[in-house]
């Protein structure tokens, strides 16, 4: 296991333009998951590349293990990288693929095969060894490049969205797949994705990037629940978190928060608004809400609710309704920086 740092990393493809990575200081934890997640632009990738030493710096420092890898090559860093195509070799059976790596760096052949078998039973593929790729399911072969990636027991593992490829069903199996056999071997491990939900359901710590800036780092809790600015509060969560100005500040709180008076009220301060339901989407267990607000400091505004379909009962288009939102979950932003910020007191 190996502890990641970065310092001041810059990444710079254009002299002159501003930088697809700026910046970044970085500090993974031994033996952790750590999560990048942005949009696509947001150099969570060549953040990734530049740690692997498939990208070169523009400037800053790259540490693994408290050792300084910038001139180092991708194999003396002691990494091991899964990318998006799983890039395997077609004519190669899964053993042959597996134990690849091992061949190349002179491995003796006994030792492969322990090497082999020992990766193979962590991801339950023994009885692939003879196929060839193609007659791979799109699971099998993640679990293929997965194995051919631990199989030289890397001090870090980096995983570049290994599981976009997948359907909706498969992707979530190979998920919960994924997490376990992460905790299984133990290894520090850096994934990237611009999927919110792997990242809050996978990541022991998540990296919000977005510009080639990190946001903020923190618990999948901490990102969703106490974000940094309202980039982190919109990006994350489905809808999005509502923001609204008033005065000096802009003020937001979660879909799933602002619900009609009756339902799951929390104890302490709250405020009410009157809101109008334009059109609602039924998604089973939930009705998502698009309205405006009626009167009041947000007379006029957009504002998005999600209320469990067991609560449900004369939300029609159209109608209007008492709306509230507890105190304790309406977050403030300052409406020049869209950072985080204190509010006196709660709009009504």
């Not at 994705?193 to 990541?203: F, K, L, N, Y």
């Not at 334009?278 to 400091?297: F, I, K, P, Q």
Request: no cysteine; proline share 5%; hydrophobic share 40%.
């Amino acid at each position: 296991m190996a502890v990641v740092e970065t310092r001041k990393l810059t990444k710079v493809f254009k002299r002159g333009n501003v930088g697809a990575v700026n910046n970044v200081d970085l500090e993974s934890r031994e033996g952790e998951f750590l999560v990048l997640l942005g949009p696509s632009g947001s150099g969570k990738t060549t953040l990734l590349r530049m740690i692997a030493g498939l990208e070169e710096p523009t400037s800053g420092d790259i540490l693994i293990g408290g050792r300084l890898v910038n001139d180092l090559t991708p194999r003396e860093r002691g990494i091991a990288m899964v990318f998006q195509s799983y890039a395997l070799y077609p004519h190669l059976s899964v053993f042959n693929n597996i134990v690849f790596p091992l061949k190349a760096q002179g491995v003796p052949k006994e030792r492969r095969q322990k090497q082999a078998e020992w990766a193979a039973s962590l991801l339950g593929i023994q009885h692939l060894f003879a196929r060839k790729p193609r007659e791979l399911s799109g699971g099998e072969r993640q679990r293929v490049a997965l194995a051919r990636a631990i199989v030289r027991e890397p001090s870090l593992f980096l995983l570049d969205e290994p599981l976009s490829n997948l359907d909706a069903k498969l992707r979530a199996s190979a998920r919960e797949e994924l997490e376990q056999f992460q905790e299984r071997i133990g290894t520090t491990t850096i994934y990237v994705t611009h999927d919110q939900v792997e990242a809050m359901a996978m990541g022991d710590r998540v990296v919000v990037m977005s510009q080639g800036v990190v946001r903020q780092i923190g618990t999948p809790a901490d990102v969703y629940d106490e974000p940094a600015d309202t980039f982190v509060a919109t990006f994350l969560g489905s809808p999005p978190m509502n923001i609204l100005p008033f005065e000096e500040t802009l003020v937001g709180f979660r879909p799933e928060h602002f619900l009609p008076v009756g339902v799951s009220e929390r104890p302490g301060a709250s405020v009410s608004y009157s809101y109008h339901i334009d059109h609602s989407e039924y998604l089973g267990a939930e009705l998502v809400l698009y309205g405006v607000m009626v009167g009041g400091a947000f007379d006029g505004m957009k504002a998005i609710s999600r209320v469990p379909s067991t609560h449900a009962a004369g939300l029609t288009d159209g109608s209007t309704h008492t709306f509230w939102v507890g105190a304790s979950d309406v977050k403030f932003f300052d409406r020049v920086t869209s950072k985080r910020t204190t509010a006196s007191r709660l709009p009504s």
